[in-house]
């Protein structure tokens, strides 16, 4: 049972536009959300985080929107840079009951920013 | 410092050995964890520490035993594992798990890239 889906696989961009990356997630317990972006052979880097008290998060170049009814969120990027190109997951964790967070990853959505 | 480092970077073992993964951070981090990740799949978490207690073990089979010596140290000992075992082992560590407190990220070391023979 896959609680948190990426239904793209990979998605193509050019240099200077705008990437959209997107995440369905099925658990309405979850309450926290995070984007990490994975180098073959490097672990994943965490790029930006959203709570569900909010619909917007922006650090730079990089947009977190949160669709609690929908249950969705995405990712922006812009402008999208060859440096951009990897995977991303987004991941998700639920209320914190006095544990350390739990994530949960999607798929993955392999992103290329071309020239 | 700001990394979590893990040794090996890569490992090859067979069924009958015993071998052990190393974790280490020093950003003052008391969660750590433990995650495995096939090719093509997302990362799998398999161990939680909170505070050096063992606080989730996802059903993971007994031939992965971890370890928390310390506060900055994390270790998992590995004994009689399968080729279906291979796969990308990752620690995470994130800064406080305590209840109530806003959700911290996780930071992730490089891998441990385990092949079982």
């Known amino acids: 049972d896959q609680q948190v889906k990426q239904n793209s696989p990979s998605l193509s961009v050019q240099e200077g536009r705008i990437s959209i990356l997107n995440c369905d997630y099925t658990n309405s317990m979850f309450d926290y959300f995070l984007w990490y972006k994975k180098y073959p052979a490097e672990g994943p880097t965490f790029l930006i985080s959203?709570?569900?008290?909010?619909d917007k998060n922006e650090d730079g170049r990089f947009t977190v929107f949160l669709n609690k009814s929908a249950k969705h969120l995405s990712l922006h990027i812009v402008p999208s840079q060859p440096g951009d190109s990897a995977v991303y997951f987004c991941?998700?964790?639920?209320?914190?009951?006095?544990?350390?967070?739990?994530?949960?990853f999607g798929t993955g959505t392999r992103l290329q920013v071309t020239l | 410092d700001t990394e979590v480092t893990q040794t090996p970077k890569h490992l090859v073992m067979g069924m009958t050995n015993k071998k052990s993964l190393k974790c280490e951070q020093h950003?003052?981090?008391?969660?750590m964890y433990w995650y495995k990740q096939k090719a093509k799949k997302p990362p799998e978490l398999m161990f939680v520490?909170?505070?050096?207690?063992?606080?989730i073990n996802e059903s993971v089979p007994s031939r992965f035993s971890p370890e928390c010596p310390n506060s900055s140290l994390l270790n998992l000992h590995l004994h009689a594992l399968q080729p279906e075992d291979s796969a990308l082992y990752l620690c995470a560590s994130s800064q406080d798990p305590s209840p109530g407190r806003a959700k911290d990220e996780q930071f992730f070391g490089p891998g441990t890239r385990l092949t079982v023979l």
């Open positions: 950003m003052g981090h008391r969660a």
């Open positions: 520490y909170s505070y050096e207690k063992l606080s």
């Open positions: 959203i709570s569900s008290i909010k």
């Open positions: 991941a998700a964790s639920a209320i914190n009951t006095g544990t350390a967070s739990k994530l949960t």
